[in-house]
């Protein structure tokens, strides 16, 4: 039978090309916004964090674009590389000292040789 | 690059059983954390321990659920009465400072958790 919560979206990329992964978050007090990769037995590996008072922030092959107006984030993936294959979360922290990560659900990337 | 270690990769315990599953922070990190993942599922915010006491804690952090630094190293989470559902990953993080000072947390590779 089909089991609960397996069918993550799933974005197919040509090697090379370049990728965009979309996470929506709904909590308005958020303040710090982290993307996390997975790959498979790994724990969520950092790649690049922003904070609510920036729109956009670049770092090696990657950027980070904000859209507060619509509580939207997004990852770009320059370049993709077999290596780049993995589940990726987007992260909220809420400010005024909350401590805990609320992770989003997810998005397969998979990129095609 | 330093790292979290978590220990062991995978424990398998009786229903009812209690587990403590272990972990060694970042060593200059002060904030300490546990999440879980349930299979195919995102993952979810437990517990955040500063100071040698609890900072946060989610509803999922129940009576059940304990947390420790026994010593300048190591940081546990204890599962007192193990139901079926508590079956998960497991994923312990640190990071150096918190609130507006925020910073990335760094994660373990893990303890899969299975409850049979």
């Known amino acids: 039978g089909e089991s609960v919560g397996l069918h993550l979206p799933t974005l197919s990329v040509q090697e090379g090309d370049n990728s965009i992964i979309n996470c929506a978050y709904s909590?308005?007090?958020?303040?710090?916004f982290i993307w996390y990769k997975q790959e498979s037995g790994k724990g969520p590996q950092f790649i690049i964090d922003?904070?609510?008072?920036?729109d956009k922030r670049q770092g090696q092959r990657v950027t980070v674009l904000l859209n507060k107006t619509v509580k939207h984030l997004s990852l770009q993936i320059a370049a993709t590389q077999p290596g780049d294959s993995a589940v990726y979360f987007c992260?909220?922290?809420?400010?005024?000292?909350?401590?805990?990560?609320?992770f989003g659900k997810g998005t397969h990337l998979i990129i095609q040789p | 690059e330093p790292e979290v270690t978590q220990t062991p990769s995978h424990q398998v315990t009786q229903m009812g059983q209690e587990v403590i599953l272990r972990c060694v922070p970042i060593?200059?990190?002060?904030?300490f954390y546990w999440y879980r993942q349930i299979l195919g599922q995102k993952v979810e915010f437990l517990v955040s321990?500063?100071?040698?006491?609890?900072?946060?804690k989610s509803e999922i952090f129940d009576d059940q659920f304990s947390v420790e630094r026994p010593d300048g190293s190591n940081f546990t989470l204890k599962i007192r009465s193990t139901k079926l559902e508590d079956s998960a990953m497991y994923f312990c993080?640190?990071?150096?400072?918190?609130?507006?000072?925020?910073?990335?947390?760094?994660f373990g590779d893990g303890t899969r958790l299975s409850i049979l």
């Open positions: 993080a640190s990071t150096a400072l918190r609130g507006l000072g925020n910073q990335p947390q760094h």
């Open positions: 909590n308005s007090a958020s303040d710090y």
């Open positions: 922003i904070r609510s008072n920036m």
């Open positions: 992260a909220e922290k809420e400010g005024g000292g909350a401590d805990g990560l609320t």
């Open positions: 060593s200059n990190h002060l904030y």
């Open positions: 321990f500063y100071n040698n006491e609890i900072s946060e």
